[in-house]
């Protein structure tokens, strides 16, 4: 698998479309200063899509965008495609040509741009470039690519920068990355567990406050029905010490109703009497 040629349309300073085959043997692009011949490597990683855009030497991506330079008119938006030769099918797809495409176009949204990926003219995500490339161990990120500089730089370099790219590029730093990523998980669910023992604390304390509540709620209750029983006892002995004295008081009045009779009989007795008399 190689880079077999790279299409740019208005992509910094090359306005238009242009090809630009890397045939085998292909080893250098030479040109006058501020040719543009940076701006081509530049857009090889534009389509990795680094995590800053600083690495293509862009404050912002519409920064890639064909200017117009001195003369011309300002494109509205770029495309980069790379194709890879992949007759050895390092690259998980099954055709001997695999052409990954980026393209951004000028909007009105906050970025300022719209961003696509394309596989073989198929809309795709950066994530899929990165999975797919990942294959070929090709990162953006990574030190695949020698920039202009690189070089000098990492001879001005101190052995520990040297020896931090080595790990880098062994990979020793991916798990440093891990164990430190791990370390940060490890501290914060440390911290939850502390967060998550003290409220429970103050969740036991509340349960013995509320089973407290709930032994004084339970006697009230027994309590109030006890005085709502002994209350019923009460008025109960009470209507019958009423309905015995009334009937004592009906037993009084029958009576005298009946020496009231005797009495009228003894009258009437006295008035024939005395009728008889006269
Ligand atoms: P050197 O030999 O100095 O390293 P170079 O050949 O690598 O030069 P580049 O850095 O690739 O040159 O290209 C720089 C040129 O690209 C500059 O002339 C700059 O104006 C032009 N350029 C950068 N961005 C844009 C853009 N968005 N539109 C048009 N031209 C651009
Ligand atoms: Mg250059």
Redesign the pocket.
């Known amino acids: 698998m190689y880079l077999k040629a790279i299409e740019l349309e208005n992509f910094?300073?090359f306005a238009r479309k242009h090809r630009i085959e890397l045939k085998p043997g292909f080893t250098a692009i030479s040109?006058?200063?501020?040719?543009?011949?940076?701006?081509?490597g530049?857009a090889i990683l534009f389509v990795l899509g680094p995590k800053s855009s600083k690495v293509i030497?862009a404050n912002k991506l519409v920064?890639?965008?064909?200017?117009?330079?001195k003369t011309g008119r300002k494109a509205d938006y770029c495309r980069v495609s790379l194709i890879f030769d992949n007759s050895d099918r390092v690259l998980p797809i099954d055709e001997n040509e695999v052409k990954l495409t980026r393209y951004i176009k000028r909007t009105n949204n906050e970025n300022g741009y719209n961003s696509y990926f394309y596989i073989n003219d198929e809309p795709a995500r950066l994530q899929d470039f990165e999975s797919l490339l990942m294959h070929a161990k090709i990162d953006a990120d990574g030190y695949n690519f020698v920039k202009?500089g690189d070089v000098t730089r990492i001879v001005e370099m101190t052995p520990v920068e040297r020896r931090q790219i080595l790990e880098e590029i062994a990979g020793i730093s991916d798990f440093d990355r891990e164990i430190e990523k791990a370390e940060n998980k490890k501290k914060s669910v440390e911290e939850d567990m502390e967060k998550i023992k003290v409220l429970l604390e103050e969740l036991e304390n509340r349960l013995k406050v509320l089973e407290k509540d709930r032994e004084v709620a339970l006697r009230y209750r027994e309590l109030e029905d006890r005085l709502k029983e002994l209350k019923a006892g009460i008025a109960y002995s009470k209507m019958m010490n009423s309905r015995q004295q009334m009937d004592s008081y009906r037993r009084q009045v029958e009576k005298y109703e009946e020496k009231i009779k005797h009495l009228e009989e003894e009258v009437n007795e006295r008035k024939g009497e005395l009728e008889n008399v006269k």
């Open positions: 910094k300073s040109g006058p200063n501020g040719s543009g011949k940076s701006n081509i530049d030497r920064d890639l965008i064909y200017d117009g330079g202009q």
